[in-house]
């Protein structure tokens, strides 16, 4: 809709993002209605649809102001005299503005799980903001693969940090996020090893297996329509079934989301495995992990969506996946890494960096389009190494 004429129409509608945000974080975008805004913003509920159509658009807009802070907050940001501090204040100023905005953030990440157009125009221009200060250090589209490579290492530490255990972001967390862009991921050179073993995490289930038949149409159906949009019906229609025999599987569709978040997470760690299978050294596992995710990602293309709607349907959810995978991440670097191996000494900022690196990396390079001119074995080994001069 067109910005409101007056100075008190642009009062109201920013005071309507404003309480929109408060009444999201609260409630979550799907449980939350018209009625619940104008209640939050103190007006009544006709006066909200002379700025918003509907609930969908002022998401919109809560996003588009928390992008725009973002982008305005680095790209303002003071010239530094190296890589390094380049990176570490725009994670500064990342950490600022998300801390500051957390309502809007914690919406964006919901309702971005059903609308990708939501998430590429949110973090895109994001990105680009890193890049454009990276690019004086390095080519720009090397630039580019380091701007979203530290965009997931900061989003994960102010989801863990700043979302999920609900403090504020550790001290050194801005520096890390800047050595592992600025130094990479190790000082070592980067592993070229190919995977031991590539093999497919989502291969049809066999005719008779009907367990297996109906998780993997739990995944798609979940995955298309999200979890409020899922129908048991139509996960039964869909592995071949009449609905009655969902329940001789699951007592619940939450029980269903919970197995199909259950499965993707042993999937994603079996595949690591195999892919790292007689890897001579951690910084070959690492290498091989990422190659592992960017296949599972193109072989579960809706593990994006069905991931985020089950931490917001269930935050025991997320745990069990993320959380999970965080805490044996953190544990086999620290078991495995050979001193000097890593950038970072700090295993569990580590873990958390390579999670989000591989995030972001994931999302961009199979669902967005990819890198422009640069392939995984290129991609990969920039982000390793770090920005060179």
Known sequence: MTSPATPKGKKTRERLIAASGAVFARKGCAASGVADICAAAGLAVGGFYRYFASKEEIITALAEELRRELVKAVSELPSESAAEKEAAAAAGA????????????????????????????????????????????????????????????????????????????????????????????????????????????????????????????????????????????????????????FYLFFSSKEEALEKVVTRMRDCLVTKAALYSAGAGSRLETEAMAFRALFDFIREHPYGYRIMREAEFTDQKLADAYYGYILRNYSAQLKKAARPGEFTLSDHALLALALMGMGHMLGMKRVLWGGFRGMDEEELLKTIFEGIKK
């Open 94 to 245: 990342f950490f600022s503005v998300v801390s500051s905005r957390l309502d809007a953030f914690r919406t964006l990440r919901e309702a971005e799980a059903g609308d990708e157009a939501l998430g590429r125009a949110f973090y895109g221009p994001v990105a680009d903001a890193f890049a454009a200060r990276l690019a004086r250090y390095t080519e720009p589209r090397k630039a580019s693969a380091h701007a979203w490579a530290l965009l997931g290492t900061l989003y994960f530490y102010a989801v863990k940090y700043l979302v999920w255990e609900k403090g504020g972001v550790p001290a050194g967390a801005a520096g890390a996020a800047a050595a592992l862009c600025a130094e990479g991921i190790s000082p070592r050179p980067f592993p070229r090893r190919r995977p031991a073993q590539a093999g497919t995490s989502a291969a049809r289930p066999a005719p008779g297996d009907t367990g297996g038949l109906m998780l993997a149409a739990a995944e798609e159906v979940f995955g298309r329509c999200g979890y409020n949009g899922a129908r048991v019906s139509e996960i039964a229609k869909k592995a071949g079934f009449a609905a009655g025999t």
